[in-house]
């Protein structure tokens, strides 16, 4: 079974400074992890992946994310704020499969707020 | 990546009434989810849907509630049968992607607000 532990259900951080929102996962078999981003109004965006190849994952709009092992950690981060950054921000796992597609275990998100 | 369109973007309904929501993909996947977002809360998967099979619900959600239909490699649709206030929520279907990397690839989603 797998499980995600997002901290802090709201972040606030000022136009230009650095991005961090915290993601911890729990999986008995090796994960898949992925963030996604879901804007007022709108579905979910794919952000970046991990799928066990480069721990350091770099994802669309600056975003990166780097999978630790010895911490079960895949927590966020983008060097410089924008204020288009404001949004919700949803970690999720799931299993590795031969077969393809499991689903997806979500994180509580958190939602970015940008103070210009 | 896929393009997925859901049908409706948002609804106003009545207690006691069904609405029937439509997802739409630009190419033949296998599987494609049903989530409901609750309002303030994340996502929580109701069902997985493979064409030519009965869906899979989790726990919590049943087919008389939320029959779904998979006719072809390209549709689904969900329904949310006597609708209670408590109903109210967006509900999302994603697909998986056909490149088999378990990336899910999510429509806009449907707005409910049950009255």
């Known amino acids: 079974a797998q499980s995600v532990t997002q901290l802090g259900s709201h972040v606030s951080v000022s136009e230009g400074a650095l991005v961090l929102l915290r993601c911890n996962y729990s999986s008995s078999v090796p994960p898949y992890l992925f963030w996604y981003v879901q804007y007022p109004n709108q579905g979910l965006q794919l952000l970046l992946k991990y799928t066990s190849a480069a721990t350091l994952v770099k994802g669309i709009n600056g975003f990166e994310a780097e999978f630790k092992k010895s911490e079960t950690s895949f927590h966020l981060t983008k060097p410089s704020a924008h204020m288009s950054d404001a949004a919700e921000y949803f970690c999720a796992v799931s299993a590795r499969s031969n077969f393809g597609n499991e689903k997806l275990t979500f994180g509580t998100g958190t939602r970015l707020t940008i103070i210009p | 990546s896929a393009v997925i369109s859901q049908k409706p973007s948002r609804d106003i309904c009545q207690r006691g009434t069904s609405l029937t929501i439509q997802c739409q993909v630009d190419s033949q996947v296998t599987m494609m989810f049903w989530y409901r977002q609750q309002p303030g809360q994340s996502l929580t998967l109701i069902a997985t849907a493979n064409q030519g099979s009965e869906a899979t619900y989790e726990s919590g959600f049943v087919i008389d509630k939320f029959p779904i239909s998979r006719p072809n490699l390209t549709f689904s649709t969900l329904t949310v049968s006597n609708m209670s206030p408590e109903d109210s929520s967006i509900y999302l279907c994603?697909?998986?992607?056909?490149?088999?990397?378990?990336?899910?690839?999510f429509g806009a989603g449907t707005r409910l607000s049950v009255l």
């Open positions: 994603s697909v998986g992607s056909v490149e088999g990397e378990n990336i899910q690839y």
